[in-house]
C-alpha cells in the first residue's frame, strides 16, 4: 500500500467465485465469535485452547469486543463468507509507552477454506493496519514448531524466526515447542 487510505472493510474474490470481506469485528458478533470459537477448538490443535476451554461468556466477549474497537492499537479482524465467519485474527499491544509498539497475534481459519490465500489476506491487512496506525513498529507471533503451513505463511509474509520457546504448549499429555517469529514494521509517510 502506498498511499494513507487504508480501508478498514476489504472485499475480495477467492477461487471459485467465494466472496471474502475482511471487517472490523462488531460487538454485536460476541455469540457468532464464541460459536466461530468452539468450531476452531475441535478443528485445530495449532490453538491455545481445546473444546470448551475457552472460557468467555457472551457478555464477556461483548465488553472485550467494544474495549478492542475503543482502542486504537488493538485489531480484532473478521473474514466473512456467505455472510458467516469463517476466521478471525486478534492483534493487541502492551499499554504502556514503552511498550505500545509491539504486539502479537493470533490467527485461525475455518478448516474447510483453509489454502485458499485468507490466511495472507488477512495478514497484508493487519501488516498495512499496523503501518497506517503510526504506532505500532513490530508484530510478534508464536506458532508450534510443526504447523508447516503457518510457519510457510508467516515466512511468505516476510516474518522471520526470533527464537524457539521450549514447552510452550501441554496438548495430549505432551509438550511441543514454538517458534518466535516476528516482523518489524515501517510506519507509512505522515503517520
Ligand atoms: C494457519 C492458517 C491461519 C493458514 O490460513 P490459510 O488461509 O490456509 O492460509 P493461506 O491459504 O493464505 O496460505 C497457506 C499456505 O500454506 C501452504 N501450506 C499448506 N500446507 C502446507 C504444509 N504442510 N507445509 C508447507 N506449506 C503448506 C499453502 O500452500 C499456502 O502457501 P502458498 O500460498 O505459498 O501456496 C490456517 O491453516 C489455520 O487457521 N489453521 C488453524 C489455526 C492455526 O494454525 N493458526 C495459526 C497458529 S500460530
Redesign the pocket.
Known amino acids: 500500500m502506498q498511499n494513507n487510505t487504508f480501508e478498514s472493510v476489504q472485499h475480495f474474490e477467492l477461487r471459485d467465485n467465494l466472496q471474502l470481506t475482511l471487517r472490523p469485528a462488531r460487538p454485536e458478533d460476541a455469540g457468532e465469535l464464541l460459536a466461530f470459537v468452539e468450531q476452531?477448538a475441535g478443528e485445530?490443535e495449532?490453538?491455545t485452547f481445546g473444546p470448551g476451554e475457552f472460557g468467555m461468556t457472551e457478555e464477556e466477549e461483548r465488553t472485550y469486543l467494544r474495549q478492542v474497537a475503543e482502542t486504537p492499537t488493538s485489531l480484532y479482524l473478521v473474514a466473512e463468507i456467505a455472510g458467516e465467519i469463517a476466521?478471525t485474527l486478534t492483534f493487541s499491544s502492551g499499554k504502556r509507552p514503552r511498550v505500545r509498539h509491539v504486539g502479537e497475534f493470533?490467527?485461525?481459519?475455518v478448516r474447510t477454506?483453509?489454502?485458499?490465500?485468507?490466511?495472507?489476506?488477512m495478514l497484508t491487512y493487519l501488516i498495512d493496519w499496523a503501518r497506517q496506525s503510526g504506532i505500532i513498529r513490530k508484530l510478534n507471533?508464536?506458532?508450534?514448531v510443526d504447523?508447516?503451513?503457518?510457519i510457510?505463511?508467516y515466512e511468505?509474509m516476510g516474518f522471520v524466526h526470533e527464537g524457539r520457546i521450549s514447552r510452550e504448549f501441554y496438548i495430549r499429555d505432551q509438550f511441543i515447542d514454538a517458534y518466535h517469529m516476528g516482523l518489524e514494521i515501517d510506519p507509512l509517510p505522515g503517520t
Open positions: 476452531i485445530s495449532n490453538v476466521g493470533g490467527i485461525s481459519i477454506y483453509w489454502n485458499l490465500g485468507i490466511g495472507g489476506r507471533l508464536r506458532v508450534r504447523n508447516q503451513s503457518a510457510h505463511l511468505k
